[in-house]
T-cell receptor, first 114, second 113 residues
Framework: AQKVTQAQTEISVVEKEDVTLDCVYETRDTTYYLFWYKQPPSGELVFLIRRNSFDEQNEISGRYSWNFQKSTSSFNFTITASQVVDSAVYFCALSEPGNTPLVFGKGTRLSVIA | KAGVTQTPRYLIKTRGQQVTLSCSPI?????VSWYQQTPGQGLQFLFE???????NKGNFPGRFSGRQFSNSRSEMNVSTLELGDSALYLCASRPQGTNYGYTFGSGTRLTVV
């Protein structure tokens, strides 16, 4: 069965600090897809990234970067030089091939303090 | 391009009543999924519809049901509401094909009193 664990329930940082959100997943499939979503106070889940299991290249998008390591079943997310607007709940999610639903972690609430 | 639209945004119902929530997916998206979000359980999958057929179902009681129309719009219904049904209900759509990123709506916040 699939499972996603986000061990950090809440993180608080001061603006301009770097912060890493951890995500560990479990799946029996060799092919799978990993996602990160951001949920601001408005409630909408905003898609950030999708990564398939065959692509272990790290990715950088502006201040965001993702570190995918199959050896440790982790897909961690780093925000560099955090800003107050980064305050939100961040979810890591997993799906297996076929028409399978997303399985979400419990989320990490990030508070960036000015 | 319009996003996923959910109506209403907020709803207050009394125990025992029933409720219908609506979701309009992004134009061209034929898959619509529903999730329930609560502080205790997090995000839990309810069901997915594709081309008017339920393709997947989560582990929820039969009081939770849904349907999809020919224009891909979807509704979910909860009958005999319980206090524990209070939650944010999120709808998501995606293009045909597997495992693309879902686009979520802003949700309907249901409060059962």
């Amino acid at each position: 069965a699939q499972k996603v664990t986000q061990a950090q329930t809440e993180i608080s940082v001061v603006e301009k600090e770097d912060v890493t959100l951890d995500c560990v997943y479990e799946t029996r499939d060799t092919t799978y897809y990993l996602f990160w979503y951001k949920q601001p106070p408005s409630g909408e889940l905003v898609f950030l990234i999708r990564r398939n299991s065959f692509d272990e290249q790290n990715e950088i998008s502006g201040r965001y970067s993702w570190n995918f390591q199959k050896s440790t079943s982790s897909f961690n997310f780093t925000i560099t030089a955090s800003q107050v607007v980064d305050s939100a709940v961040y979810f890591c999610a997993l799906s297996e091939p076929g028409n399978t639903p997303l399985v979400f972690g419990k989320g990490t609430r990030l508070s960036v303090i000015a | 391009k319009a996003g996923v639209t959910q109506t209403p945004r907020y709803l207050i119902k009394t125990r025992g009543q029933q409720v219908t929530l609506s979701c309009s997916p992004i134009s061209g998206h034929r898959s619509v999924s529903w999730y329930q979000q609560t502080p205790g359980q997090g995000l839990q999958f309810l069901f997915e519809y594709f081309s008017e057929t339920q393709r997947n179902k989560g582990n929820f009681p039969g009081r939770f049901s849904g349907r999809q129309f020919s224009n891909s719009r979807s509704e979910m219904n909860v009958s005999t509401l319980e206090l524990g049904d209070s939650a944010l209900y999120l709808c998501a759509s995606r293009p045909q094909g597997t495992n693309y990123g879902y686009t979520f709506g802003s949700g309907t916040r249901l409060t059962v009193v």
